[in-house]
C-alpha cells in the first residue's frame, strides 16, 4: 500500500464531499440543532409531578381535616418536586391516573383519631418519574410522621433531645463522586455527545461503497491502480477527519450553549475522535457488505440502534440479563460511554481510562480490516 495513493483517495472523498453543500449544512447545523433540542429536552430533574389527592374519611366523617392530614398535604404542596390536584371520590382520582393527566394517585385514609393509611398508585408508563416518586414521596411522609412523632412525645413529658434520637437513631449523609457541582442534563450530556457521534458519523460512511456502485464511479475507481485497502483506507480517513469535526461541533456547541461539565479536554476529544473513528469503520463494513443504499440506510439504522441500547445510554448493564451484558462488553461504543462520562463527571485522567482506549484502538483496527475484507470478496 502506497501513503501517496492512500492520501490521494483521502483528498478525493473530502473533495467530493465539500461539492455537496447540503451534506455540509446538515454536518454542521445537525449537532447544533439536535444538541439544542437535548439541551432543552433534559434541562432539569423532573418537578412539578402532578399527583391526584384524595383524603378517604367516610366510615369518619368530620367537618375539618386532621391537623396531621393537613400537614402532610401542605408538605407535598410546599415541594417543587410534586404538584397536588385534589378530588373528592376515589373515581375521580383513578380516572385521571387512567387517562394519562396525573403520574400517581395518593390516598389519605384517616382513622378514628389520625392517619390511619396512605396508598399511593404510579402511573405505569414512566420509568424515571416512577423512580423518582418512590424516592421523593417516601421522604416528605417521613419528614411529617417523624415531625408528628416529635410533637406527641415532647407533649408527653420526653425530652426533646431523647425524642429526637430514638425518632433518628443516626444522621445518613448521601453524596456522589462528583469533582464539580453537577446538574441535570450533565448526567446526560456525556451518553448524548457519544449518541450524536455515533449517530452521525454511521450514517454518513454506512452508503459510502453503495452510492457508488449505484452511480457507476466504483467501477472507475477499481479500474485504477489503486488496490482495496487503499480505497477502504482513504475513505476511513476522510470520514473519520469529518468524524473530528462532528466531535468539536457537538461539544463545544453543547459547552456554550448549557454549559456543560468537561473533564481533561485531550482525553475526551480523544476518545470522540475514536468513537467517530469506529463508527466510520463499521459504516464501511455495513457499506461494503450491502448491495444497494436501501440495504445500508437500513442496516445502518439497525446497527445504531443496537449500538445504543448495548451501550448503556438507555439502560445500565445492571438491568440487562446475563447473556446481554456480555454481548454488551463486546460492544466498543460502551468502553467509549463509559469512558467520556467518568471522564467528565469523575475528572479521570490516562491512568483510569488507558484500557477503554486500547479497546477503541484495537475494535476500530478489526473493523477497518474487515470492510477491507469484504470489500474485496464483495468486488475483486
Excluded at 23 to 40: H, K, M, S, Y
Excluded at 224 to 239: C, D, H, R, V, W
Excluded at 266 to 271: A, D
Aim: proline share 3%.
Amino acid at each position: 500500500m502506497k501513503i501517496s495513493l492512500l492520501l490521494t483517495m483521502t483528498i478525493m472523498e473530502l473533495k467530493r464531499m465539500a461539492h455537496d453543500l447540503r451534506r455540509v449544512l446538515l454536518l454542521v447545523l445537525g449537532p447544533l440543532a439536535i444538541g439544542l433540542v437535548f439541551g432543552l429536552v433534559f434541562y432539569h430533574y423532573p418537578k412539578d409531578i402532578d399527583l391526584t389527592l384524595f383524603v378517604d374519611r367516610q366510615d369518619y366523617p368530620a367537618s375539618s381535616l386532621y391537623p396531621e392530614t393537613t400537614n402532610l398535604i401542605n408538605t407535598i404542596e410546599g415541594t417543587d418536586r410534586f404538584s397536588v390536584t385534589r378530588v373528592f371520590s376515589v373515581k375521580e382520582a383513578f380516572s385521571r391516573l387512567y387517562k394519562g393527566r396525573t403520574r400517581a394517585v395518593v390516598v389519605i385514609r384517616e382513622g378514628k383519631t389520625t392517619i390511619e393509611a396512605v396508598k399511593v398508585t404510579i402511573d405505569v408508563t414512566d420509568r424515571i418519574l416512577q423512580q423518582l416518586i418512590r424516592i421523593e414521596l417516601p421522604r416528605v411522609l417521613n419528614r411529617c410522621a417523624g415531625q408528628a412523632a416529635l410533637s406527641y412525645l415532647s407533649e408527653k413529658g420526653v425530652p426533646f433531645e431523647r425524642t429526637f434520637h430514638l425518632i433518628h437513631p443516626f444522621h445518613l449523609e448521601l453524596k456522589t463522586n462528583e469533582w464539580k457541582d453537577i446538574r441535570y442534563f450533565d448526567l446526560a450530556a456525556s451518553g448524548v455527545i457519544v449518541l450524536f457521534i455515533v449517530g452521525i458519523c454511521l450514517l454518513m460512511s454506512v452508503t459510502t461503497v453503495t452510492a457508488e456502485r449505484s452511480s457507476g464511479t466504483l467501477e472507475r475507481i477499481l479500474a485504477s491502480p489503486y488496490k482495496n485497502s487503499e480505497i477502504i483506507l482513504g475513505k476511513f480517513t476522510a470520514y473519520t477527519v469529518l468524524a473530528a469535526v462532528v466531535s468539536v461541533l457537538v461539544i463545544f456547541s453543547l459547552k456554550l450553549t448549557f454549559g456543560i461539565v468537561l473533564g481533561n479536554l485531550f482525553l475526551v476529544f480523544l476518545f470522540s475522535i475514536l468513537i467517530g473513528g469506529n463508527a466510520v469503520a463499521l459504516g464501511l463494513l455495513v457499506s461494503a457488505v450491502t448491495r444497494n443504499e436501501l440495504e445500508s440506510i437500513m442496516a445502518g439504522i439497525l446497527c445504531w440502534f443496537l449500538a445504543m441500547i448495548l451501550m448503556g445510554f438507555t439502560w445500565p448493564l445492571e438491568t440487562m440479563h446475563p447473556l446481554m451484558t456480555w454481548v454488551s462488553r463486546l460492544n466498543p461504543f460502551l468502553y467509549g460511554l463509559q469512558a467520556i462520562r467518568h471522564i467528565n463527571l469523575n475528572h479521570w485522567g490516562f491512568d483510569q481510562v488507558w484500557f477503554n482506549l486500547v479497546v477503541l484502538v484495537t475494535s476500530l483496527s478489526f473493523q477497518a480490516l474487515l470492510a477491507i475484507r469484504f470489500f474485496r470478496r464483495e468486488i475483486g
